[in-house]
């Protein structure tokens, strides 16, 4: 933007956006539903330079200088809001697990966007995250995955149906698009997490470029349905989680989440493999069988037992 201002030094914003779970089975790059996880990440407009500090989950594993991920997000937002800092303090406190399927980098990046749009201007019942508006803050997070559902849920809360326009003139960026889904207040989510990582590069490879259309149309049905079982009607999760499109092929490159996948599913539970994994999760409004559970714990796996998440916060603890 041709006019700016600077963000005054020593304002600081503290942020707190929720996990996410994306595809929900059928809604592939689609369907997204905030957890009720959440980091925290406090930035600070400072005189120079850049001091990153990150604890809790990847404090070992990211970088803590401009290629953060948050630092990036941070940068975008300020430019887009038309506003610079001499400097920046970032503190990351995370609980996200990284990797996992549960939306650690779309809430990176929202927590970064919206940090800088708190810093320009304070937020409002209107705009919640500040200076941008909500569309807004979805398309520059999602600019960073190539895809909206994980960051269109971090940042509304709650469910989400997600879409992408690919413009015609091939040189323009897409357009991330959401609206938000309401949840019922049955449902409770139950993630059961493997101890290792899953890169979502590599599990996309296994997915085949064709796919039939009796799958497609399969896929299309329930993920229509989701919406519905997942704000009013829940007793038809089971059957709105299905899918034919990715969970099959993932299931030679994630074997224990497929084990799970299909051990919970045979026991009626509407279980289904969250993003790209090796997270599986469970969304209905009857508990989890502790025993299984407990099973789970035993073979190391850790177990998450929360409900849907709310939309991003965003505070101005110091202007």
């Known amino acids: 933007m041709a006019d700016t201002r600077e963000v005054a030094v020593g304002r600081t914003v503290t942020v707190t956006v929720p996990a996410s779970s994306a595809n929900l089975g059928p809604g592939f790059d689609t369907l997204g539903l905030a957890i009720g996880l ?3 990440v406090e930035v600070e407009a400072t005189d120079a330079g850049l001091d990153v500090t990150v604890s809790g ?3 070992d594993e990211v970088p803590l200088d401009e290629r953060h991920l948050v630092v990036r997000a941070v940068r975008a937002g300020l430019r887009e809001a038309g506003v610079t800092v001499r400097g920046l303090k970032i503190t990351c406190r995370n609980v996200i697990p990284h990797s996992r399927g549960l939306g650690s980098s779309a809430a ?3 927590a970064g966007v919206v940090a800088a749009s708190a810093l320009a201007g304070d937020p409002t019942p209107e705009r919640p995250a500040g200076a941008l508006d909500d569309a807004t803050v979805i398309q520059l997070a999602a600019s960073f995955e190539g895809h909206p559902d994980n960051a269109a849920a971090s940042v509304l809360g709650g469910g989400v149906v997600s879409w992408t326009n ?3 003139d091939g040189r323009s960026a897409p357009e991330y698009r959401a609206v938000g889904v309401p949840v019922h207040e049955g449902v409770r989510a139950t993630a059961i997490i493997p101890d290792f990582h899953a890169s979502t590069e590599v ?7 064709d796919v039939s ?5 399969f896929n299309v049905s329930r993920a229509a349905l989701l919406p519905v079982a997942l704000s009013r009607q829940p007793a038809l999760l089971w059957e ?3 899918d034919r499109l990715h969970q099959p092929y993932r299931a030679e490159v994630l074997p224990v989440s ?14 289904f493999l969250s993003g790209a994994g090796p997270t599986v999760m469970v969304l209905s409004t009857e508990p989890v069988d502790p025993a299984l559970l407990d099973e789970a714990r035993g073979r190391g796996l850790r177990v998450l037992e929360t409900a849907a998440g709310d939309r991003v916060r965003v505070t101005v603890t110091s202007s």
């Open 38 to 40: 959440y980091d925290e």
């Open 203 to 209: 599990v996309r490879r296994v997915l085949p470029s």
């Open 240 to 242: 709105a989680t299905r």
């Open 258 to 271: 497929s084990e799970w996948v299909n051990r919970l599913r045979n026991l009626d539970y509407p279980a």
């Open 57 to 59: 989950e990847g404090e």
């Open 166 to 168: 690919i413009p015609v």
């Open 213 to 217: 259309h009796l799958d497609a149309r």
């Open 108 to 110: 990176a990046a929202v």
